[in-house]
């Protein structure tokens, strides 16, 4: 059972995986270096134009986009600690000075994050629902966040598990970039789509920002396939609306069994949930893996003592509690 990825248990849409048996004989050709019809689809989706979208070979790859074409050496870029590493690893290899924000209460720190902007400061990176505790930073807190900051520094809004949210006060962050230029919106198809494997993923920004990002693209950044099966699965609310509704009902079951064995954890908006399972973590860590459970050690967030577990079908979540208690008490 792979309970440390934060895929969909659910798998993707059927409508996906029949649209690439349908396409499978054309994979002879080049994708669509613009992503023409899938930039339709999400243009239609989002109510933004297609010139506000990029598409990236995952949100991974228009983070990387975002770090080299904006961070060079002695620029700064600030991020909350811990979150995703991937805005980390992107600093680092375009050479730019990090500035970490610890998190308030497992929470993202607006306020401290404006507080860290420098002359220096290029880029800030909001991962919201934030990756590994999934919680969230609320629409006021983000209004004035986005307010504040300078407009010469971009606000990178990294929303990969923005569909499992339940909080009404969650951010319209598609609303913010018609006034603000500064301002782009990641999401992906990797997560509720269960398209992980593909790895597609778009950003929605401002025409100049997009524009800008677009020339350090690759020409064909896109699979075919890829641009397929997301494509497919936009017309499939049905497959959204069960995953959202396994995650809803699941999360509960995780909170009422951790509860039960005295465990802490952060309630969580995605489709993960951090664990405290203290200074023997990684030993669980690694009996749970030897019997067939794997999940996210979090010794490289810098939180040795907790993990962080994908939330699957009842059935997987079923076996963890069981093999979690047993090792646990052992």
Known sequence: IKLASNENPLGPSAKAIQAIRDCTSQIYFYPDGAGRKLRGALSRKLSMDCENIILGNGSDEILSIIARVLLHQGDEAIMATPSFLMYEIGANLSQAKIVSVPLNNFRIDLDEMLGAVTPKTRVVFVANPNNPTGTIVKNEEVETFVGQLPEGILAVFDEAYYEYVEAEDFPQTLDLIRNRPNIIVLRTFSKIYGLAGLRIGYGVAAREIVDILNRARSPFNVNFLAQVAALASLTDEEQVRRSRQLVREEKRFFYSHLRRLGLFFVPTEANFILIEVGKK??????????????????????????????????????????????????
């Open 281 to 330: 973590a990684k030993q669980v860590e690694h009996r749970l893996l030897e019997k067939g459970v794997i999940v996210r050690g979090m010794q490289a967030y810098d939180l040795p003592e907790f993990m962080r577990v994908t939330i699957g079908t009842r059935e997987q979540n079923e076996e963890f509690m069981r093999e979690l208690e047993t090792t646990l008490s052992s």
